[in-house]
Protein backbone atom coordinates (compact mmCIF):
# COMPACT_ATOMS: atom_id res chain seq x y z
CA UNK A 1 0.00 0.00 0.00
CA UNK A 2 1.06 3.73 -0.60
CA UNK A 3 2.27 5.82 2.17
CA UNK A 4 2.29 9.79 2.03
CA UNK A 5 3.71 11.61 4.87
CA UNK A 6 3.49 15.32 4.42
CA UNK A 7 4.67 16.77 7.85
CA UNK A 8 7.49 15.45 9.53
CA UNK A 9 7.24 12.48 12.16
CA UNK A 10 9.88 10.02 13.60
CA UNK A 11 12.19 7.44 11.96
CA UNK A 12 10.86 5.21 13.66
CA UNK A 13 6.92 5.01 12.12
CA UNK A 14 8.21 5.57 8.92
CA UNK A 15 10.64 2.01 9.67
CA UNK A 16 7.32 0.38 11.09
CA UNK A 17 5.35 1.02 7.89
CA UNK A 18 8.06 -0.22 5.58
CA UNK A 19 8.97 -2.80 7.54
CA UNK A 20 5.34 -3.76 7.57
CA UNK A 21 5.80 -4.11 3.37
CA UNK A 22 4.43 -0.81 2.41
CA UNK A 23 5.71 2.19 0.06
CA UNK A 24 6.29 5.03 2.09
CA UNK A 25 6.57 8.85 0.44
CA UNK A 26 7.42 11.81 2.15
CA UNK A 27 6.48 15.44 1.17
CA UNK A 28 6.71 17.67 4.16
CA UNK A 29 6.89 21.03 1.68
CA UNK A 30 3.16 20.19 0.97
CA UNK A 31 0.99 22.12 3.64
CA UNK A 32 -2.38 21.46 1.78
CA UNK A 33 -4.38 22.80 -0.97
CA UNK A 34 -4.06 22.33 -4.73
CA UNK A 35 -0.34 20.72 -3.93
CA UNK A 36 -1.99 17.69 -1.86
CA UNK A 37 -5.28 17.19 -4.02
CA UNK A 38 -2.54 16.45 -6.58
CA UNK A 39 -0.10 14.36 -4.66
CA UNK A 40 -3.01 12.27 -2.92
CA UNK A 41 -3.99 10.31 -6.29
CA UNK A 42 -3.10 6.70 -5.76
CA UNK A 43 -1.96 7.02 -1.83
CA UNK A 44 -3.98 4.57 0.73
CA UNK A 45 -2.71 5.98 3.16
CA UNK A 46 -2.25 9.93 4.69
CA UNK A 47 0.13 11.03 7.72
CA UNK A 48 0.28 14.24 9.38
CA UNK A 49 0.87 16.38 12.21
CA UNK A 50 -0.39 20.01 12.63
CA UNK A 51 0.87 21.47 9.53
CA UNK A 52 -0.63 19.64 6.41
CA UNK A 53 -4.72 21.26 6.34
CA UNK A 54 -6.55 18.43 5.13
CA UNK A 55 -9.89 19.42 2.68
CA UNK A 56 -13.22 18.41 1.42
CA UNK A 57 -11.72 18.65 -1.93
CA UNK A 58 -8.69 16.33 -0.76
CA UNK A 59 -11.12 13.88 0.26
CA UNK A 60 -13.33 14.00 -3.20
CA UNK A 61 -9.83 13.70 -5.13
CA UNK A 62 -8.61 10.62 -2.95
CA UNK A 63 -10.03 7.64 -4.61
CA UNK A 64 -7.70 5.22 -2.97
CA UNK A 65 -7.73 6.76 0.54
CA UNK A 66 -8.63 4.50 3.25
CA UNK A 67 -6.96 6.29 6.29
CA UNK A 68 -6.16 9.88 7.58
CA UNK A 69 -3.39 9.13 10.27
CA UNK A 70 -3.14 12.04 12.80
CA UNK A 71 0.83 11.74 14.58
CA UNK A 72 -0.79 13.81 17.51
CA UNK A 73 -4.07 14.92 19.39
CA UNK A 74 -5.56 17.67 17.39
CA UNK A 75 -7.76 16.72 14.80
CA UNK A 76 -9.40 20.17 13.51
CA UNK A 77 -7.03 20.45 10.63
CA UNK A 78 -8.70 17.83 9.15
CA UNK A 79 -12.13 18.07 7.70
CA UNK A 80 -14.02 15.42 9.78
CA UNK A 81 -17.68 15.36 7.75
CA UNK A 82 -15.68 15.42 4.49
CA UNK A 83 -13.48 12.36 5.52
CA UNK A 84 -17.01 10.57 7.01
CA UNK A 85 -18.54 11.22 3.45
CA UNK A 86 -16.06 9.64 1.82
CA UNK A 87 -15.67 6.18 3.96
CA UNK A 88 -12.31 7.33 5.23
CA UNK A 89 -10.88 6.51 8.59
CA UNK A 90 -9.64 9.55 10.41
CA UNK A 91 -7.31 8.14 13.27
CA UNK A 92 -5.45 10.31 15.86
CA UNK A 93 -2.62 9.51 18.58
CA UNK A 94 -4.26 10.50 21.72
CA UNK A 95 -2.02 9.15 24.43
CA UNK A 96 1.79 10.24 23.14
CA UNK A 97 2.52 13.11 23.16
CA UNK A 98 0.20 14.01 26.29
CA UNK A 99 3.00 14.23 29.00
CA UNK A 100 5.73 15.86 26.72
CA UNK A 101 2.10 18.49 26.32
CA UNK A 102 1.51 18.92 30.25
CA UNK A 103 5.30 19.31 30.83
CA UNK A 104 5.37 21.84 28.35
CA UNK A 105 2.39 23.83 30.54
CA UNK A 106 4.17 23.53 33.62
CA UNK A 107 7.40 25.13 31.68
CA UNK A 108 5.51 28.06 30.24
CA UNK A 109 3.58 28.44 33.33
CA UNK A 110 7.56 29.35 34.91
CA UNK A 111 8.42 30.81 32.19
CA UNK A 112 5.82 33.46 32.42
CA UNK A 113 5.70 33.90 35.86
CA UNK A 114 9.36 34.70 36.33
CA UNK A 115 9.88 36.16 32.58
CA UNK A 116 12.72 33.85 31.86
CA UNK A 117 12.67 34.64 28.39
CA UNK A 118 12.76 37.97 28.95
CA UNK A 119 15.45 38.26 31.27
CA UNK A 120 17.78 35.46 29.48
CA UNK A 121 17.63 38.05 26.35
CA UNK A 122 18.52 41.25 28.67
CA UNK A 123 21.91 39.04 30.06
CA UNK A 124 22.29 37.34 26.75
CA UNK A 125 22.78 40.89 25.95
CA UNK A 126 25.39 41.80 28.28
CA UNK A 127 22.68 43.45 30.67
CA UNK A 128 22.57 42.64 34.46
CA UNK A 129 18.59 43.40 34.95
CA UNK A 130 18.34 41.92 38.60
CA UNK A 131 16.40 44.57 39.71
CA UNK A 132 13.41 44.74 36.96
CA UNK A 133 12.19 41.54 37.63
CA UNK A 134 9.60 40.78 39.87
CA UNK A 135 8.29 37.48 39.43
CA UNK A 136 5.23 35.34 41.17
CA UNK A 137 5.37 32.21 42.97
CA UNK A 138 2.77 29.26 41.94
CA UNK A 139 2.67 27.98 45.60
CA UNK A 140 -0.32 28.87 47.14
CA UNK A 141 -1.96 30.37 44.26
CA UNK A 142 -5.01 28.78 42.07
CA UNK A 143 -5.23 27.36 38.59
CA UNK A 144 -8.08 27.34 36.64
CA UNK A 145 -8.01 24.59 34.40
CA UNK A 146 -9.84 25.13 31.51
CA UNK A 147 -10.65 21.16 29.96
CA UNK A 148 -9.97 18.28 32.39
CA UNK A 149 -9.12 15.77 29.66
CA UNK A 150 -5.84 14.25 28.96
CA UNK A 151 -3.44 16.88 28.92
CA UNK A 152 -5.55 18.74 31.53
CA UNK A 153 -5.17 16.34 33.90
CA UNK A 154 -1.23 16.04 33.55
CA UNK A 155 -1.04 19.74 34.59
CA UNK A 156 -3.33 19.07 37.48
CA UNK A 157 -1.34 16.76 38.98
CA UNK A 158 1.79 18.28 38.33
CA UNK A 159 0.62 22.04 39.45
CA UNK A 160 -0.91 20.43 42.20
CA UNK A 161 2.48 18.53 43.38
CA UNK A 162 3.87 21.95 43.35
CA UNK A 163 1.24 23.76 45.98
CA UNK A 164 -1.48 24.91 43.80
CA UNK A 165 -4.81 24.68 44.70
CA UNK A 166 -6.74 23.77 41.30
CA UNK A 167 -10.73 25.02 39.90
CA UNK A 168 -11.96 23.37 37.34
CA UNK A 169 -13.87 24.20 34.05
CA UNK A 170 -15.06 21.86 32.18
CA UNK A 171 -19.23 21.10 31.13
CA UNK A 172 -17.85 17.52 30.21
CA UNK A 173 -16.96 15.73 33.65
CA UNK A 174 -18.22 14.57 37.08
CA UNK A 175 -18.08 16.70 39.91
CA UNK A 176 -16.22 13.21 41.19
CA UNK A 177 -13.87 13.23 38.57
CA UNK A 178 -12.73 16.74 39.38
CA UNK A 179 -12.25 16.08 42.96
CA UNK A 180 -10.38 13.00 42.58
CA UNK A 181 -7.61 15.43 40.58
CA UNK A 182 -7.98 17.29 44.01
CA UNK A 183 -9.94 20.13 42.33
CA UNK A 184 -13.27 22.12 42.69
CA UNK A 185 -15.56 22.00 39.43
CA UNK A 186 -17.19 25.15 38.79
CA UNK A 187 -19.98 25.54 36.39
CA UNK A 188 -19.29 28.53 34.90
CA UNK A 189 -16.46 29.67 32.86
CA UNK A 190 -16.52 33.29 33.97
CA UNK A 191 -16.69 32.08 37.56
CA UNK A 192 -13.85 29.68 37.36
CA UNK A 193 -11.34 32.16 35.24
CA UNK A 194 -12.69 35.34 38.51
CA UNK A 195 -10.92 32.07 41.32
CA UNK A 196 -7.64 31.70 39.30
CA UNK A 197 -4.80 33.32 39.60
CA UNK A 198 -3.11 31.36 36.41
CA UNK A 199 -5.36 30.03 33.77
CA UNK A 200 -4.01 27.04 31.36
CA UNK A 201 -6.29 26.14 28.34
CA UNK A 202 -6.79 22.42 27.57
CA UNK A 203 -10.16 21.75 25.06
CA UNK A 204 -10.02 20.99 21.65
CA UNK A 205 -10.55 23.48 19.17
CA UNK A 206 -14.08 23.33 18.09
CA UNK A 207 -16.97 25.46 16.96
CA UNK A 208 -18.05 25.87 20.67
CA UNK A 209 -14.55 27.00 21.98
CA UNK A 210 -13.54 29.15 19.00
CA UNK A 211 -13.27 32.51 21.00
CA UNK A 212 -13.92 31.04 23.88
CA UNK A 213 -11.54 33.24 25.66
CA UNK A 214 -12.31 36.67 24.76
CA UNK A 215 -12.43 40.57 26.17
CA UNK A 216 -15.01 39.45 29.01
CA UNK A 217 -13.47 36.35 29.94
CA UNK A 218 -9.93 37.70 29.93
CA UNK A 219 -11.19 40.90 32.34
CA UNK A 220 -12.45 38.29 34.78
CA UNK A 221 -8.73 37.06 35.44
CA UNK A 222 -7.70 40.24 36.55
CA UNK A 223 -4.40 40.34 37.28
CA UNK A 224 -3.46 37.20 36.47
CA UNK A 225 -1.72 35.03 33.04
CA UNK A 226 -3.07 33.18 31.03
CA UNK A 227 -1.63 29.76 29.58
CA UNK A 228 -2.33 28.33 26.09
CA UNK A 229 -0.85 25.35 24.81
CA UNK A 230 -3.89 23.93 23.31
CA UNK A 231 -4.81 25.70 20.09
CA UNK A 232 -4.47 29.28 19.01
CA UNK A 233 -8.68 29.96 17.70
CA UNK A 234 -9.95 29.27 21.42
CA UNK A 235 -8.47 32.97 22.49
CA UNK A 236 -8.99 35.51 20.61
CA UNK A 237 -5.85 36.98 20.37
CA UNK A 238 -6.02 41.15 19.84
CA UNK A 239 -8.46 40.82 23.45
CA UNK A 240 -5.38 39.26 25.11
CA UNK A 241 -2.37 41.63 23.53
CA UNK A 242 -4.55 44.50 24.94
CA UNK A 243 -4.82 42.60 28.44
CA UNK A 244 -1.73 42.11 28.47
CA UNK A 245 -0.33 45.33 26.89
CA UNK A 246 -3.08 47.38 29.16
CA UNK A 247 -2.30 45.51 32.94
CA UNK A 248 -5.35 43.81 33.11
CA UNK A 249 -3.50 40.93 33.02
CA UNK A 250 0.36 40.23 34.43
CA UNK A 251 1.41 38.29 31.31
CA UNK A 252 0.01 35.17 29.08
CA UNK A 253 2.34 32.32 27.66
CA UNK A 254 1.51 30.54 24.39
CA UNK A 255 2.51 27.69 22.29
CA UNK A 256 -0.43 28.02 19.54
CA UNK A 257 -1.53 30.44 17.20
CA UNK A 258 -4.82 30.79 15.38
CA UNK A 259 -2.20 31.16 11.92
CA UNK A 260 0.22 28.70 11.92
CA UNK A 261 3.28 28.33 11.23
CA UNK A 262 4.37 32.16 11.97
CA UNK A 263 1.92 34.36 13.21
CA UNK A 264 3.58 37.57 11.98
CA UNK A 265 0.39 39.56 12.09
CA UNK A 266 -0.63 38.40 15.37
CA UNK A 267 -0.80 41.26 18.06
CA UNK A 268 0.77 39.13 20.76
CA UNK A 269 4.35 38.73 19.41
CA UNK A 270 4.61 42.69 20.00
CA UNK A 271 3.70 42.23 23.71
CA UNK A 272 6.46 42.56 26.06
CA UNK A 273 5.00 40.05 29.16
CA UNK A 274 3.90 37.67 26.10
CA UNK A 275 5.89 34.20 26.19
CA UNK A 276 5.56 32.63 23.12
CA UNK A 277 7.05 28.92 21.56
CA UNK A 278 6.36 28.10 17.80
CA UNK A 279 3.90 25.08 18.77
CA UNK A 280 6.55 22.78 20.93
CA UNK A 281 3.72 21.07 23.26
CA UNK A 282 4.50 17.67 21.63
CA UNK A 283 8.39 18.48 20.63
CA UNK A 284 10.24 15.64 22.89
CA UNK A 285 11.84 12.96 21.46
CA UNK A 286 9.91 10.16 23.37
CA UNK A 287 6.30 12.11 22.33
CA UNK A 288 7.57 12.27 18.88
CA UNK A 289 8.30 8.34 18.64
CA UNK A 290 5.02 7.29 20.28
CA UNK A 291 2.60 9.10 18.25
CA UNK A 292 4.49 8.08 15.11
CA UNK A 293 4.71 4.46 16.02
CA UNK A 294 1.33 4.79 17.25
CA UNK A 295 -0.03 6.31 13.94
CA UNK A 296 2.21 3.66 11.73
CA UNK A 297 0.40 1.03 13.84
CA UNK A 298 -3.52 2.44 13.45
CA UNK A 299 -2.35 2.84 9.12
CA UNK A 300 -1.27 -0.91 9.66
CA UNK A 301 -4.49 -1.88 11.53
CA UNK A 302 -6.54 -0.05 8.97
CA UNK A 303 -4.98 -1.74 6.14
CA UNK A 304 -5.65 -5.18 7.57
CA UNK A 305 -8.67 -4.37 8.58
CA UNK A 306 -8.55 -4.44 12.13
CA UNK A 307 -10.14 -1.85 14.67
CA UNK A 308 -8.28 1.54 14.74
CA UNK A 309 -7.98 3.36 17.88
CA UNK A 310 -8.27 6.76 18.01
CA UNK A 311 -10.25 9.29 20.39
P1 LIG B 1 -8.93 15.66 25.52
O1 LIG B 1 -9.96 15.42 24.47
O2 LIG B 1 -8.38 14.51 26.29
O3 LIG B 1 -9.51 16.70 26.59
C1 LIG B 1 -10.21 17.85 26.22
C2 LIG B 1 -11.09 18.26 27.39
O4 LIG B 1 -11.76 19.48 27.04
C3 LIG B 1 -12.20 17.23 27.71
O5 LIG B 1 -12.20 16.92 29.09
C4 LIG B 1 -13.48 17.94 27.30
O6 LIG B 1 -14.59 17.58 28.12
C5 LIG B 1 -13.09 19.39 27.51
N1 LIG B 1 -13.95 20.33 26.78
C6 LIG B 1 -14.55 20.17 25.57
N2 LIG B 1 -15.28 21.27 25.27
C7 LIG B 1 -15.13 22.12 26.31
C8 LIG B 1 -15.64 23.42 26.60
N3 LIG B 1 -16.46 24.05 25.76
N4 LIG B 1 -15.28 24.01 27.76
C9 LIG B 1 -14.45 23.39 28.64
N5 LIG B 1 -13.95 22.15 28.43
C10 LIG B 1 -14.29 21.53 27.27
O7 LIG B 1 -7.78 16.48 24.80
P2 LIG B 1 -6.25 16.56 25.25
O8 LIG B 1 -5.55 15.38 24.73
O9 LIG B 1 -6.21 16.84 26.70
O10 LIG B 1 -5.76 17.83 24.42
C11 LIG B 1 -6.13 19.12 24.84
C12 LIG B 1 -5.71 20.17 23.81
O11 LIG B 1 -4.29 20.23 23.75
C13 LIG B 1 -6.19 19.90 22.39
O12 LIG B 1 -6.55 21.15 21.79
C14 LIG B 1 -4.94 19.35 21.70
O13 LIG B 1 -4.98 19.51 20.32
C15 LIG B 1 -3.89 20.21 22.37
N6 LIG B 1 -2.52 19.70 22.32
C16 LIG B 1 -1.54 20.57 21.98
C17 LIG B 1 -0.24 20.14 21.97
C18 LIG B 1 0.86 21.09 21.60
O14 LIG B 1 1.81 20.69 20.96
N7 LIG B 1 0.77 22.34 22.00
C19 LIG B 1 0.08 18.81 22.28
C20 LIG B 1 -0.95 17.95 22.64
C21 LIG B 1 -2.25 18.41 22.67
C1 LIG C 1 -1.32 17.83 18.99
O1 LIG C 1 -2.51 18.16 18.88
O2 LIG C 1 -0.99 16.65 19.26
C2 LIG C 1 -0.30 18.88 18.84
O3 LIG C 1 -0.69 19.80 17.90
C3 LIG C 1 1.08 18.38 18.67
C4 LIG C 1 1.66 18.39 17.29
O4 LIG C 1 1.29 17.60 16.45
O5 LIG C 1 2.57 19.19 17.05
Redo the contacts with the bound molecule.
Sequence with gaps: MNVLVTDPIADAGLDRLRDAGHTVETAYDIEGGDALVEAIEGVNALIVRSGTEVSREVFEAADDLVIVGRA???V?NIDIDAATDHGVIVANA?EG??R??AE?TVAMTFAVARSIPQAHGRLKDGEWAKGEFLGSEVNNKTLTI???????QEVAKRLDSLGMDLVV?????SEERAERMGAELVED?HDALAAGDFATI?????P??EG?IGEEELAQLEGGYLIN???GGIVDEDALAAAVDDGTLAGAAL??FATEPLPADSPLLDVEDVVVTP?????TEAAQENVATDTADAVIAAFNDEPVIN?
Design positions: GIGDPNVAAHVGLGRVGYDPYILHTPLLETMCARDSHLGAAA
